[in-house]
């Protein structure tokens, strides 16, 4: 079945490091490709999405591409800042198939000043 | 900015009781869902509803799990009979068509004592 992988946590930087968590995805078609964030104590929120293959989604100076070739949408960030540190879940959805997010089983990032 | 709005926050229940999460959705979308997260682990789908019915449904979505939506603003998850197992985060989210981009509510943690 459909699934996403995610690399294993806790990932912990130093501020202004670069961060990069991988994601990779099985799925049949074309899904939808999210990442998503869960700050300590709220509830989950969409930090960006890509919905077709070489789509680049960005938001708050996050960015992932939606690589079809790899089956990968890693997610990047220049420089992480300890506002930053919070829970990423990347997640898919299949296209004309159903309407489950199907996701991974998050990453856990600590940035420390 | 809208947003999905849940209660209680938390709740503690024995076994076998029965308990009724609230959810109150983005006010134009069409489709509601629900989630779980058993701590520790992934985000799980459980079901999605559109147009006063079940559209999607989990193998975790049995027979003791019903949802409702008894008026033009609430979106209900009822468990009949608790397990321990039951215990986790719930969340609920809305988006405004199928496929869309879906919009979490803050969850529901429940324990089930």
């Known amino acids: 079945g459909d699934s996403v992988t995610q690399m294993e946590g806790p990932v912990t930087l130093s501020e202004e490091a670069f961060l990069t968590i991988n994601c990779t995805y099985t799925?049949?078609?074309?899904?939808?490709l999210f990442w998503y964030v869960q700050y300590p104590g709220e509830g989950l929120q969409l930090l960006l999405k890509a919905t077709k293959a070489d789509d680049k989604g960005s938001n708050k100076g996050f960015e992932a591409t939606y690589r079809k070739e790899t089956t990968s949408f890693h997610l990047e960030k220049g420089s992480v800042q300890v506002s930053d540190s919070a829970v990423y879940f990347c997640?898919?959805?299949?296209?004309?198939?159903?309407?489950?997010?199907?996701f991974g089983k998050g990453t856990t990032l600590s940035v420390s000043s | 900015e809208p947003e999905v709005t849940q209660t209680p926050s938390h709740q503690v229940t024995q076994m076998g009781q029965e308990v009724i999460l609230r959810c109150v959705p983005i006010s134009n979308h069409l489709y509601f869902y629900w989630y779980r997260q058993i701590l520790g682990q992934k985000v799980e789908f459980l079901v999605s509803f559109y147009n006063n019915e079940i559209s999607e449904k989990s193998e975790i979505f049995d027979d003791q799990f019903s949802v409702e939506r008894p008026d033009g603003s609430n979106f209900t998850l009822k468990i009949r009979s608790t397990k321990l197992e039951d215990s986790a985060m719930y969340f609920c989210?809305?988006?405004?068509?199928?496929?869309?981009?879906?919009?979490f509510g803050p969850g529901t943690r429940l324990l089930v004592l």
């Open positions: 989210a809305s988006s405004l068509g199928d496929g869309e981009t879906q919009y």
């Open positions: 799925a049949t078609g074309y899904p939808s």
């Open positions: 997640a898919l959805i299949r296209n004309q198939a159903g309407t489950a997010l199907i």
